[in-house]
């Protein structure tokens, strides 16, 4: 990081004004949709492990034929090592829950009703082994993870948790390129000052230099600007979702997940500083 | 024959205290040396002489003759399209382009243009080569005071080129050349813009550099400024040919040579 130190004299060859131009705008609105974009991105994991930790040690007994082998069921769930909870769903939840789905007629008496029962097992227990102990005592009957049903959920949440980080690296991309054609930009505005700098005897580093440390103060500048707007709106709606976040039983944002997002301004100015020295360098060496 | 690039340039140890060492040396040395721009027919063709360490020459020819593109490869800012090209004993032609600064800070150039950075002052102009050689500003302020005080500008170091007449211009570009005491000076018409008295002031610098052992290549079209040098010697130029009319050049280091303007 030494190039980042240059003296006031070599500062005063290239005017600040000459590489600023756009930059510190541009590095500042990609931060920004960065850092919502990450948010985000930690919200979906974070509800995601609210809903798998919900679920995990967490089973039913689903019995096809009615609740006649209900009781068998649940004595044998209760018998079964590791399990610390069985309850049945009463008939009357089950019912309302029919009468969602099939209208008046899912609440008539003659209608065929399973037997649900919510089972909690131990972390360490062994579920396959409880599920043929249920399905030996009952035959017919079903020991399903909560978790097998909440997997087409889960599985969009993963997906859109890949999307938005992603996209983060797509954004990082763009923002490299903007960089690289800014300090391409600088050297083309800046010709005459670096063929003298190189006839002197200046070395292509020594002329890199000069533009990097620029380049990575607007990065910087612009990505702190960026970051700040954008912690500015997630906290305000973080304040708005503050009773659902309750409810959830967990934040969606963690003091560890908005330093990760704090880190991303900086993140931004170091990849913009190393991209621009190794541009800037490859462009003074097509030069002679 | 010519020594093949070595990795890395050689700095002289003294200057003054080892003249008559350096006066048998070769420091230049063009082997069938052609330029092309491009695709365009070529500007320099079949170049082929010595210059000697501590040797005062003045290069000349009609418009066009390609003076310029011979201080371009002198001072490398240009590579031969064919041929071989020694400076310092190594040869250059296809030297690597990070070995090149190392050498081109030992060449101090006048450009005709002057070429001084704009929005920087007479002394920061002139303290470039040190900086960039890596000298410290305690180092600095001194050598670029005096040189400044020497070419007449001490009290104009903090003005900026674009308010600097032609002459002081050509001042300041002349001091930025010698400031790191190069062991070639090339100068492209360094008397153009100034008057004679100034003139006169520049070809002192030049030749007391000279007696400290420093090569000077001078191109110019003045012929009272050859005649105001005894000792040089005369490089021609003429369509893109050397053409020598003392006949000194081709000579190996060591051969006699005439001096021009007595």
Known sequence: MSFLVISEPERRLIPSSGVRG???????????????????????????????????????????????????????????????RANQVPPDDLRRTLERWLGPSGAEADLPLPAIIDV?????????RIGQ??????PGARFVAHRASLAPLLQALTGLTLLAFGLVMLIAMASAAATILAARGALDNHR??????????????????LFVRQIAIDALLGGLAGAAVAGLIIALILGGASTATVL??????????????????????????????????????ERL | ????????????????????????????????VGLRYGTGAEVLRDLDFRLREG???????????????????LYLAQRPTRGRMSLFGDELADAPRDALPAYRRRIGVVFQDFRLIRHLSAFDNVALPLRIAGHDEQQVEGPVREMLAWVGLADRASARPPTLSGGEQQRVAIARAVIARPEIIIADEPTGNVDAAMAERILHLLTAMNRLGTTVIVATHDLGLIAATPGAQLIRLENGLLVDPTGALKHPPGAPTRELGR
């Open chain 1, 22 to 84: 756009p930059v510190p705008l541009l590095i500042a609105i990609m931060t920004f949709v960065m850092v919502v974009v990450a948010a985000t991105g930690l919200a979906l994991v974070n509800s995601a492990a609210v809903v798998k930790s919900g679920v995990e040690h967490r089973y039913s007994i689903q019995i096809a034929d009615g609740s006649a082998k209900a009781p068998a069921a649940m004595a044998a769930a209760r018998s079964a090592p590791g399990v610390i």
């Open chain 1, 120 to 128: 909690d097992v131990a972390p360490a227990a062994d579920p396959n």
């Open chain 1, 133 to 138: 102990i249920i399905e030996r005592a009952v």
């Open chain 1, 192 to 209: 005459a000052t670096i063929e003298v700098m190189h006839g002197i005897g200046a070395t292509d580093r020594q002329v890199a230099r």
């Open chain 1, 248 to 285: 959830a039983g967990a934040p969606p944002i963690g003091w560890k997940d908005a330093l990760l997002l704090a880190l991303l301004p900086l993140a931004v100015a170091l990849l913009a500083t190393v991209v621009a020295r190794a541009a800037l360098l490859r462009a003074l060496r």
């Open chain 2, 1 to 32: 024959m010519l020594v093949p690039w070595q990795g890395g340039a050689r700095r002289a140890t003294s200057v003054s205290g080892q003249r008559e060492r350096r006066l048998a040396n070769t420091i230049v040395e063009f082997d069938r």
């Open chain 2, 55 to 73: 040797t005062f020459y003045f290069l000349t020819g009609p418009s066009g003759a390609g003076k310029t593109s011979l201080l371009k490869l």
